[in-house]
């Protein structure tokens, strides 16, 4: 929780000294409430004021990172609600292997996890961990499962078995992956939390309800193991969705570090509606890692959009870096087009100029990654900024096209723009990214 300016100020030496830059230790303890000065700038602090106000700058859902670079990262949220300010790290989304499957599917499972990518708003989107799941009887058969899985998918695993021992041998093989052990009972919780220790893995604990998960957790911190991740015993979609919000609200509301820890969630049905509603809603409300059932490139191409729509700043809009962009090979006489630098505007509207086959310019000026319609409501895309951008980056001195084509949408501008590019014609395009290509081979062909 965080403190305040007072309570801050009783840890500090009281000397007012004016070493940190404030002119009273109370001034000093104020920025640092506000988050407006870091405690290291005080010479004079005690250990005792580290100590509580490092822990107080903890966000209230414990980081863990996952993988041998840490790529895989869970937790440091801070906010109940993504427009309270943003969600920090994304549901890590894993696909599940049983020992017992065929090899030739393991084989291909494994580089189907491994070369799955999805492009979206030039981002490249791909799977971050895959969960070994031993089914059969022989542990070797799960360790060596485990052991080619890192190998082959070189991602982060999630190890789950009932057997404590085959999870330890298991944890031991992949030593280095930075992976998952999921305990199967609570009193198995101690020992493989050494095991986790000793192989540098994180851990997920299990109990019947939250709050004896939550007094597990305690009790595998003071034992000085705190890399955990939480596995809710739950019967039904709406039960999950429950625990999940009442920890997530227990961690950030009440401060209670026992709940505040990444979650994981293995999705065991058949049925795709099933699969889609608990991928939903463990995506929307909280998931740290999500199991499915099995690799399903049109159910993950949703899942990733989504997951991307959840996890991205909604005060960062993301956008792409005003300039002015070859589509296909142009030339210099090859037509321009302008649109925003929101990256979907952007990547909608090069990849339909791309469709209609003709190579062309498309002008980008800053928009502050607004879309065409807010970009022009807010003043950032109008005939004068778009002319001035024009004229920063010497559109001119790089194309000998003098015919620049603008959105539908801002049809209005037209006048203002020929004001501000002389010896250019401006052409109003369709509204809809969707008609370019119509609009290019017809209206485009034939103006002159
Ligand atoms: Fe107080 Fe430390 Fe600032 Fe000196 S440097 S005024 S002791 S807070």
Known sequence: ???????????????????????????????????????????????????????????????????????????????????????????????????????????????????????RVGQELRLDMVAVTQKGADPAAFVALATKAWQTAARPLVLRSSDPKALAAAADAVKGSRSLICCPTPAAAPDLAAVAKENNHALAITAPDLDQLAALADFLKQGGFNDLVLQFQTHSLAEQFQTGSIARRAALQDSCKATGYPTVRFIESDDLLDVVAEAVTEINKYGGILVLPAFDAALLASLMTLRLNIYTDPQKPIQVEPKVYPIGEPGPDSPVFVTTNFSLTYFIVSGEIENSGISAWLLVPECEG????????????????????????????????????????????????????????????????GDLESFIKTRLATAG
């Open 1 to 119: 929780m965080a403190l305040t300016g007072l309570q801050i100020q009783k840890l500090l030496p009281k000397t007012n000294c004016k070493e940190c830059g404030s002119n009273t230790c109370l001034a000093f303890a104020m920025k640092l409430s506000a988050k407006k000065a870091d405690l290291s700038e005080c010479p004079y602090a005690s250990d005792e004021a580290k100590q509580v106000l490092g822990a107080a700058s903890e966000p209230p859902v414990k980081g863990i990172a996952l993988g041998d670079k840490g790529q895989v990262k869970l937790g440091e949220e801070t906010v109940l609600f993504r427009h309270e300010k943003t969600f920090v790290n994304q549901t890590a989304l894993a696909v599940n292997i049983n020992d017992t499957d065929a090899p030739a599917g393991i084989d291909q499972a494994l580089t189907t996890i491994k070369d799955y990518m999805l492009v």
């Open 370 to 433: 607004l879309s065409v319609l807010t970009a022009w409501a807010a003043g950032k895309f109008s005939g004068a900024t778009i002319g001035k951008f024009a004229k920063e980056i010497d559109l001119d001195g790089q194309v000998t096209s003098r015919q620049i084509i603008i959105p539908g949408y801002v049809a209005q501008i037209s006048g203002e723009l020929e004001e501000s590019m002389p010896g250019w014609k401006v052409l109003v395009g369709p509204q809809e990214a």
